[in-house]
C-alpha cells in the first residue's frame, strides 16, 4: 500500500510546488557565502603580490576563483528559483565538484612532471576524487530522471 488515503494525485503534484526546505536553503547560503568569500580572498591575494607571478600561477589563480564563483553561482541559482528543481540542483552541483576536481588534478598533475617529483600520488589522489565525483554525477542524473519520472506519471493519473 503506497497510495495515501485522501490525497489526490493532483493535490501531491500540489504540494511539488513548495519552495527551498530549510535545510536546502542552508546549504544555498553556504555554498553562496564558501564561493564568493573564497573567490574574494583569492582574488585579493592575486592582487596584492608584490612581484609579477609566473604564467602558471596566474592560471591557477584564475582558475580556483572561476571554481569558487562556479559555487557562489550555485548557490544563487538555489536560492532565486521558486519552482521545485527536481534534483537538477544536484546534478548542477555534481558537474561543479567534478569540474573542479579535473582540473585541479590536471594542473596539479602539470606541476608535479614539471618539478619531476611525486606524478603518481598526484594522479592517484585526484583519480580518486575525480571518480568520486563522477560517480555522485551519475547518481545525480539517476535521481533527477527517477524525479521526473514520478512526476510524469502523477500529472498522467491526475489528467485521466
Given at each position: 500500500?503506497?497510495?495515501q488515503p485522501g490525497r489526490t494525485a493532483q493535490e501531491i503534484v500540489d504540494r511539488l510546488e513548495a519552495s527551498l526546505s530549510l535545510r536546502a536553503r542552508v546549504r544555498a547560503v553556504t555554498a553562496l557565502l564558501a564561493g564568493g568569500l573564497g573567490a574574494a580572498f583569492l582574488s585579493l591575494l592575486w592582487l596584492t603580490e608584490p612581484a609579477p607571478l609566473p604564467g602558471r600561477t596566474r592560471l591557477a589563480f584564475a582558475l580556483f576563483i572561476l571554481i569558487c564563483l562556479a559555487w557562489a553561482g550555485?548557490?544563487?541559482l538555489l536560492?532565486?528559483?521558486k519552482v521545485v528543481l527536481f534534483a537538477?540542483?544536484?546534478v548542477v552541483a555534481a558537474w561543479i565538484a567534478v569540474a573542479a576536481s579535473a582540473t585541479t588534478t590536471g594542473l596539479l598533475a602539470v606541476i608535479a612532471a614539471e618539478r619531476g617529483t611525486g606524478l603518481w600520488p598526484v594522479l592517484a589522489?585526484?583519480?580518486a576524487f575525480v571518480a568520486v565525483s563522477g560517480a555522485l554525477a551519475v547518481r545525480a542524473h539517476a535521481r533527477r530522471a527517477g524525479l521526473l519520472r514520478r512526476r510524469h506519471e502523477l500529472t498522467r493519473r491526475a489528467r485521466a
Amino acid at each position: 500500500m503506497s497510495e495515501q488515503p485522501g490525497r489526490t494525485a493532483q493535490e501531491i503534484v500540489d504540494r511539488l510546488e513548495a519552495s527551498l526546505s530549510l535545510r536546502a536553503r542552508v546549504r544555498a547560503v553556504t555554498a553562496l557565502l564558501a564561493g564568493g568569500l573564497g573567490a574574494a580572498f583569492l582574488s585579493l591575494l592575486w592582487l596584492t603580490e608584490p612581484a609579477p607571478l609566473p604564467g602558471r600561477t596566474r592560471l591557477a589563480f584564475a582558475l580556483f576563483i572561476l571554481i569558487c564563483l562556479a559555487w557562489a553561482g550555485y548557490g544563487a541559482l538555489l536560492l532565486t528559483r521558486k519552482v521545485v528543481l527536481f534534483a537538477t540542483d544536484q546534478v548542477v552541483a555534481a558537474w561543479i565538484a567534478v569540474a573542479a576536481s579535473a582540473t585541479t588534478t590536471g594542473l596539479l598533475a602539470v606541476i608535479a612532471a614539471e618539478r619531476g617529483t611525486g606524478l603518481w600520488p598526484v594522479l592517484a589522489v585526484g583519480g580518486a576524487f575525480v571518480a568520486v565525483s563522477g560517480a555522485l554525477a551519475v547518481r545525480a542524473h539517476a535521481r533527477r530522471a527517477g524525479l521526473l519520472r514520478r512526476r510524469h506519471e502523477l500529472t498522467r493519473r491526475a489528467r485521466a
